[in-house]
């Protein structure tokens, strides 16, 4: 029996189960989560190193300085406030972000940007069907798990038989392979 035809087989009452051609890799997973997080993760290196960069110029004019009063802050207040109005401003951004992407679009289709653009979709594994909103965002956010213990959980899918992360065991999801456009498989 194959994966489409299993999928296809066990759905539940009122879910439309979701046409496949088999469990994604774990190379099209990772490359779907650098899509989805490659921008938040650019912008926090690209802010991480003006902030190091700032910090390390401070410290050498610090020590250029012929003497050291007792007046001289340890930290220049308007680094310290700009790193962390640009955090606050960072993560609500963020979370708004990955709300859609996760919870309203993944939750409605099955796929993320990055799923839809390397062909994979997360469904329920027991109806094949779509998560919907709250089970799509919630999955996103229980990822958490996956990345304890120097993330094995993202790297479970390399050994298990069904390419599932420690996330996708707990929520009864699997990530699998959208059928090519134009393809008819209703199984």
Do not use: C
């Not at 190091?52 to 020590?63: F, G, K, M, P, Y």
């Not at 779509?130 to 899918?157: C, E, M, N, Q």
Request: avoid cysteine.
């Amino acid at each position: 029996m194959s994966q489409s035809t299993l999928i296809a087989t066990r759905t539940a009452p009122n879910s439309i189960p979701v046409p496949h051609t088999g469990y994604a890799s774990w190379g099209r997973r990772a490359a779907a989560a650098l899509i989805d997080d490659g921008v938040f993760i650019l912008i926090s290196w690209i802010v991480t190193v003006l902030w190091v960069i700032t910090t390390i110029e401070w410290i050498a004019d610090l020590a250029d300085q012929p003497s050291h009063s007792s007046n001289t802050p340890l930290w220049p207040p308007t680094m310290f406030w700009g790193w962390l109005a640009i955090l606050l401003l960072m993560l609500p951004i963020q979370l708004a972000v990955s709300y859609w992407n996760f919870g309203k679009l993944q939750g409605r289709t099955g796929a993320s940007w990055g799923k839809r653009i390397v062909g994979i979709m997360v469904v329920d594994e027991a109806t094949g069907a779509v998560l919907g909103i709250g089970k799509s965002f919630g999955r996103d956010l229980l990822h958490v798990i996956d990345a304890t213990g120097f993330y094995l959980g993202y790297l479970w899918p390399l050994w298990d038989e069904r390419n599932r992360t420690f996330t996708d065991i707990v929520l009864n999801t699997i990530v699998v392979n959208q059928p090519p456009k134009g393809s008819n498989i209703h199984e």
